[in-house]
């Protein structure tokens, strides 16, 4: 939100910040977030929908110009896989496992540096070949998280566990 209003201090785009996630509105944090859109004066420019089913939300990002994954802790960071899918750019923290996950594919910030996420925003808006390219790095990356390659790979661990399981018996 922060990121997001300062960005419109500087240039009026005529975009909108969609919110989706389970949020309960007796939450003290979606409490503080209303509380602070109305403050700011942008609650015509941000929508919060809550949770979306998987179905809508691939409509929702594949016609998203940019997805912001704003996590503090994130524990695997499937938001920014799915943006990967649906080819939109990804802005994303630098905290967690989020870095491992995105690798070189998002722009990575500070959670806490407001004005460096409007800035990158902006970036995004403004540069068609940058936007291209980290969705040309998502879809690279995606493979890397596929289901049957991880599950190969964690096989491939047990086997060789076992190996020297086997081996130190002899």
Same mark, same amino acid.
């Given at each position: 939100?922060?990121? @997001?209003?300062?960005?419109?201090? #500087?240039?009026?785009?005529?975009?909108?910040?969609? @919110?989706?996630? +389970? @949020?309960?509105?007796? +939450?003290?944090?979606?409490?503080? $977030?209303?509380?602070?859109?109305?403050?700011?004066?942008? &609650?015509? #420019?941000?929508?919060?929908?809550?949770?979306?089913?998987?179905?809508?939300?691939?409509? !929702? $990002? %594949?016609? =998203? $110009?940019?997805?912001?994954?704003? /996590?503090?802790y994130e524990g695997f960071g499937?938001p920014i896989l799915e943006s *990967? @899918?649906? &080819?939109?750019?990804?802005?994303?923290?630098?905290?967690? /496992?989020?870095?491992?996950? =995105?690798?070189? =594919? =998002?722009?990575?910030?500070?959670?806490?540096?407001?004005? %460096?996420? /409007?800035?990158?925003?902006?970036?995004?808006?403004?540069? +068609?070949?940058?936007?291209?390219?980290?969705?040309?790095?998502?879809?690279?990356? $995606?493979?890397? *998280?596929?289901? #049957?390659?991880?599950?190969?790979?964690?096989?491939?661990?047990?086997?060789?566990? !076992?190996?020297?399981?086997?081996? /130190?018996k002899l």
């Amino acid at each position: 939100v922060e990121g @997001f209003y300062r960005l419109l201090k #500087r240039k009026n785009y005529d975009f909108y910040l969609l @919110f989706t996630g +389970n @949020f309960y509105k007796e +939450n003290k944090v979606y409490k503080y $977030l209303v509380k602070r859109i109305k403050d700011l004066g942008i &609650e015509k #420019r941000i929508i919060i929908t809550g949770w979306v089913p998987t179905k809508h939300l691939k409509v !929702l $990002l %594949s016609n =998203a $110009l940019i997805s912001i994954i704003p /996590s503090l802790y994130e524990g695997f960071g499937l938001p920014i896989l799915e943006s *990967f @899918f649906c &080819e939109v750019p990804v802005i994303t923290t630098n905290r967690g /496992s989020i870095p491992e996950i =995105a690798d070189d =594919a =998002a722009i990575l910030i500070d959670p806490y540096d407001y004005e %460096s996420l /409007s800035k990158e925003i902006e970036k995004l808006i403004e540069d +068609n070949g940058l936007r291209e390219e980290l969705i040309k790095k998502g879809k690279k990356r $995606l493979v890397n *998280f596929d289901w #049957r390659k991880t599950a190969f790979q964690i096989l491939g661990i047990y086997d060789n566990l !076992l190996k020297d399981v086997k081996r /130190s018996k002899l």
